[in-house]
């Protein structure tokens, strides 16, 4: 009987920790696959996110849409100390004054940082910046997610760029004060890592994006 019993325990036990094992397995790859956790760094996405606002991002969405808010990791130039294009003649001097064009030829590598910045132009679009603007084939993004650029020097530009095949532009909602493709250039599909769709944290911000 004694036995009995010890065996019935044992059992459970090790349907408990079986279970827990499962549990724990299918977070990874939830995580690791599906749906991941990100906490905002800065605050170039203001006033959409704010600084340490908390979001999901759907891992499995990689081809994002214009207006799209994404995680992906940069080109080489976005992780330097001071942000570089691949064409010295665009996006920034050593001074930090704009050329002519903002940059359309990022650097080759990728970046292990993760940013988190917004889709406003696809493969193949004609893009100008006027006053923090996106003008897209001829057309203004509808923006009033946007905080004003006022009159700093990223947010005017003389003259247009294309986005190269299989590039993506991306943009801080806060025009301003963001280190995006401006300064070091579109985004490699291939970069991209998901696709945000959700903010949890703080309680007062939660719900969709």
């Known amino acids: 009987m004694k036995t009995d019993l010890v065996t019935r325990r044992a059992r459970t036990m090790f349907e408990l920790v079986a279970t827990v094992a499962v549990a724990i397995g299918l977070v990874f790859v939830v995580e690791a696959f599906v749906v991941k956790p990100y906490s905002i760094p800065t605050g170039s996405m203001q006033p959409t996110l704010a600084l340490r606002q908390r ?42 004054d704009p050329m002519a064009q903002p940059c359309d030829r990022s650097l080759a590598g990728e970046s292990s940082q993760a940013f988190v910045k917004r889709v406003v132009g696809l493969p193949g679009d004609v893009l100008q910046i006027r006053d923090g603007h996106v003008i897209r084939n001829g057309k203004r993004e509808p923006d009033a997610y946007t905080k004003a650029c006022g009159k700093a020097a990223e947010c005017t530009f003389s003259q247009s760029i294309r986005v190269p095949a299989g590039d993506y532009y991306m943009m ?35 719900g969709a994006l």
């Open 172 to 206: 801080g909602d806060n025009r301003g004060n963001s280190d995006d493709s401006r300064y070091w250039g579109p985004v490699p599909q291939r970069y991209i890592i998901g696709v945000a769709f959700f903010t949890y944290w703080p309680p007062d911000k939660i």
């Open 55 to 96: 979001i999901l991002v759907n891992r499995l969405d990689t081809h994002p849409g214009i207006g799209d808010v994404v995680v992906f990791h940069p080109p080489h130039g976005g992780d330097l100390a001071v942000a570089q294009c691949a064409d010295p003649e665009q996006g920034f001097d050593p001074n930090g």
